[in-house]
């Protein structure tokens, strides 16, 4: 009986990559619970000062932002199993990198997902990962394989 | 009697934060021993198949060389009470911010250092941050306040 | 699918910020189980002495009931995933400050609830601190955020 | 032979029971390193603003000011053997019973030390505590027992 | 909504202080899952060479046995919330005491059970422990109190 | 009541010692989810290159391949209360003994399984263990022991 | 070069095994720091009452002398290398049990020294331990094994 | 300034790679403590029956002698930064795994040493490994980078 498995997909948040990783995991049937930060990008930014008061400062602004996501987010990387980290070609997606090395220091399997092109760049992140994977088709079948055991 | 720390600098490689920061300590008196990654950068790049043999692709190339640098870059930062992570304005530097999640699921005080401009893309990893400076001159106060108490 | 959460409500006893906070989260159908320290102030105080026997000096006394509520803290914060500790303006709330200190040591996000007055004494609570609300309501929002997204 | 112990001690600091304490255990030999917060209370206000820049509102003045604190306050406490937390009869002192609360959670022995009279709304913090005394020269006493084993 | 609570009964084999703590929480409908040793003194003694063979030596007998007992005991001690310690006036019971032992710097509420004649021998053991019971009563009192609030 | 337990077999994929293990303890009614690498050898010789891409070296097919295996050796014995290290007369086996080394030091109770004339060679291993097992049927009885109490 | 070892001496305190080990492991040349709970029978037990002041019920004595006590014994216990348990013929020894389960619980090595008549109500502990010494002698000579690899 | 660095060298004992790589270090003036286990075969197989008894059977004479250096040998890689463990082309060598897997879980680098023909057998410790070497000197050159930064 296949026991059920915590995945936890970080980073890009405006590409469907996690609506493609997820469909594909239902569709082969693989008992997986997934979490993500919050991918509204606006209200990502907006929350801290939406629900504790305005800043004048951009700092404070986003202080208070981060540091609400984090809540979010620290938790759901403590509860999952694996953690699947995204780099897109846009943005500087520095919280990808930083959930990639806080989740390898809490020993979780980290598994990330570029373009060929961004292999330079990323080399010590994805030397910390346990595959390295370009599309989300592969990271489906990673799942499949790694839970289920079929290729 | 003041006791000795241990401060691990992370980040950026094309600048002399690094050499700032350590002379600033060093005219205070600050009882500091510094780690920090290999900062020559063509060896960082080559030493995976230097040492142990060329490598036709680039990603494997890049997976012998990261990895063979992470035995420096982690047992340097688990040695370290408190992790400086600077982030310049070229390269991507996901190993930085690779650096500041490994160090804060460690427990470890982080301080960033980089421009104001970067104050939005980097506020994940901010968040995280006990202090946020913008030069090294604020970061050697900073362990002189925090080591000495003065300020 | 959202995946259950667990609060931990600590601090003030005199007043229905749980209550508030409890209802809120019902109301918006946010999947989170509460767990609070025991809340009748005589019989925190009466526990130990009531159960094991009478003591003629307070200080066991207080022992006594000091020890015996630990048990039911230290392992409900354990089990929590967030800690809201909320500071009134009656009694001196030690306990509080010591619950917040317990889970950001056990790397727990904690929420702080007091009002602005208290800010400055409340400072090395808060910048441990992952969100410093004034309002119930705020904790509801920020509880709502975390685990919904939505603002 | 004697080994080499490592105090932190926390707490009030407008009274001279640190220097009580240190001038104790050195009257007796005892190999201590004593370490403390910085004890300024103007500088420990101000630490954050005078180094990283003015804020308008007190709440990010603290912030910044706690925060940088914390880089020197958890560091010494993760460094030390024992903690003696100090709670004297003015300010509300939430800081040291966080400290108390860190300290426990991380298996760190806690000695309080306080009046009688504040043993009611202390009692959380006692609990938790391997002993309470009431005076700097138990302390020493305590310390001097602890390494030296002499009443 | 009372939350499931997980309790170990270590300890004395030889009376149903067990039996008497389970009806009492039963009857006070206190969701409490129970754990306890296997408490069949044969075949505790006896587990190690029936299964794995026949020993001409006593002690290899012995480590056999306690070494598969061992299996058990730390598996749910770890599992456990809470573990209880009870001390009987036969035998010499060091098995008890190593219990609270591996369960106190597990971080577990430890709660001792044992007649008032053996308080200065057991005073380590009690020392470490944040209740200390002489009935099986006050037992189901403590964690109906812990668990329920009520007196 | 008997509590759920989770048991991971680690080693030996050419016989059929896990089902022999699975089916006694189903056949004696032990609730116990049974965890497991993936066991087909070719899949799991092939996995990484087979969804990653070709490699020319057989050194990186490796690499991708035990890696990827790793995403689940290593997430299921953590998750597993007990591990079972089986050792046959084929291959070398090394990834048995270092599960064997990976779970003892994450402080899991480990049983090895193998014939009387590994002893010797598996001294090291056997002697980390809680429990030594010829065959699957002494597995069975331990297993049936260590959560029943009954030989 | 060798480098230095810490050992814990845990357990009897009326026969001089603790000086037969010592002076053994000098005589060998061996680098070992030893550490021991205060072995002054009056002391350990007064303590607590001579610095804190004085209690009527033996039970408060008991507890303010034990959890000084345990100030020092978890602390040098945390700074060993090695646990050596040390259990004789008089007293029940309860404490010397704890700190076995204690030490075992942190990943100590525990060497367990004793007649061979205790060997059975000590399987436990026993079980737990890497070596078990009937003499001082022995336990001189494995520490001379352990550290410089000779018989 | 160089920091002290200290490397555990696991494995094979019948080839002289341990001085080698002592030398190598030694030549090129690195600051490195190396540990290991006993290297002498006989005393290593003889070390628990000639202290503590012998034993007719050859399984508690081995259960004897690998429990004894497992107190050497955790407690050496526990102290170690570094772990390089070896396989030679004798023996099965499930110690070495052991040791690895035991390395990895605590979160230490791991350098494997071994010839290229034995990568398919190895391939999980490889793939556990952050650097895979096939001559002594290819380890002395990766401690030389990874300590000094020098190619």
Chains 1, 2, 3, 4, 5, 6, 7, 8 share one sequence.
Not at 113 to 135: C, R, S
């Amino acid at each position: 009986m296949k026991s059920n498995w915590t995945v936890y997909l970080s980073g890009e948040i405006h590409t469907d990559w996690r609506e493609q990783i997820e469909r594909g995991c239902e569709a082969r049937g693989l008992p997986i619970s997934f979490h993500a930060p919050v991918t509204d990008h606006g209200k990502s930014d907006d929350c801290g000062v939406e629900i504790l008061g305005a800043e004048e400062k951009g700092f404070w602004k986003d202080q208070k932002g981060a540091r609400m996501n984090a809540i979010r987010t620290q938790t759901l990387i403590e509860k999952s199993d694996i953690v699947v980290v995204r780099f897109g070609d846009k943005y500087r997606q520095w919280n990808a990198a930083f959930d990639a090395g806080f989740a390898a220091a809490k020993g979780k399997p980290v598994i990330t997902l570029h373009d060929a092109e961004l292999t330079h760049p990323l080399k010590e992140v994805d030397g910390a990962a346990l595959a390295v994977a370009e599309t989300p088709e592969q990271v489906v079948r990673i799942l499949n394989y790694v839970i289920d055991g079929s290729l």
